[in-house]
């Protein structure tokens, strides 16, 4: 058994003649990896098939192992939004605190997709992941507000999530980016939360307000102005 047929076995997925090779070839490599780096179990959560996740893993497949790129099998389903996958690997002990080669924790691609239910799922199961920031020093709700994914900004905030801090480079907020993306909605909040943070400089010497249309800058203003 070769590494190259093991792969194209969990590619075409035929569980009888897979379930008879893991359970009576012993001399079967079970988290050997490819070219990327990657396992069968990480081609398993691609292909969104849980009952080959489970066999793998009942079969003694690592949950844990990373690719080439830091990336778990539970990286890849909460990027990818399988809600299902994603709690069954962290019911067989998949950990939620690895961090890839960006520094990014599963929960980083969760809300900056807008997986409000896996955001969800990964902060009642390991609240103290909820502010690990990444090489660029974002925040799983920075890169919400970046990304315009309201619900998933929202249930952040109420999970506690601190808005402060700076991106490492451009030294912008968590208001300089959602106001730059237009998110209006995102930035408001934030503004509320925070006023003094409507005239925080970047490395640019731009506040918020720069990159904000004029009726919006207006509405920023006068919250400043109500404080």
């Given at each position: ?63 844990n192992t990373c690719d080439d790129n830091g990336w778990t099998p539970l990286h890849s389903s909460c990027s990818s939004g399988l ?120 490395n640019e010497g731009k506040v918020p307000l720069d990159y904000a249309s004029k009726k919006f800058s207006e509405r920023l203003l ?6």
């Amino acid at each position: 058994m070769t590494q190259n047929d093991l792969f194209k076995l969990v590619e075409i997925y035929d569980e009888d003649i897979l379930t008879d090779v893991l359970e009576h070839r012993s001399n079967v490599e079970l988290n050997i990896k490819d070219e990327d780096g990657r396992t069968i179990l990480h081609n398993a959560v691609s292909k969104n098939n849980i009952e080959l996740v489970k066999l793998l893993i009942n079969k003694g497949v690592d949950a844990n192992t990373c690719d080439d790129n830091g990336w778990t099998p539970l990286h890849s389903s909460c990027s990818s939004g399988l809600e299902e996958i994603t709690i069954y690997l962290l019911s067989r002990g998949a950990n939620c605190h690895i961090t890839n080669n960006s520094g990014c924790t599963p929960l980083h691609y969760a809300a900056s997709k807008g997986y409000e239910d896996i955001v969800n799922i990964l902060v009642n199961k390991c609240h103290d992941i909820i502010d690990y920031k990444d090489n660029y020093n974002r925040s799983a709700i920075f890169l919400s507000a970046c990304s315009g994914k309201l619900n998933c900004f929202k249930l952040l905030l109420e999970k506690s999530a601190d808005i402060n801090g700076n991106e490492k480079y451009s030294n912008d907020t968590i208001l300089h980016v959602a106001v730059n993306g237009l998110h209006e909605d995102i930035a408001y909040i934030i503004a509320t939360k925070q006023p003094e943070m409507i005239f925080a400089k970047n490395n640019e010497g731009k506040v918020p307000l720069d990159y904000a249309s004029k009726k919006f800058s207006e509405r920023l203003l006068q919250l400043k102005e109500s404080y």
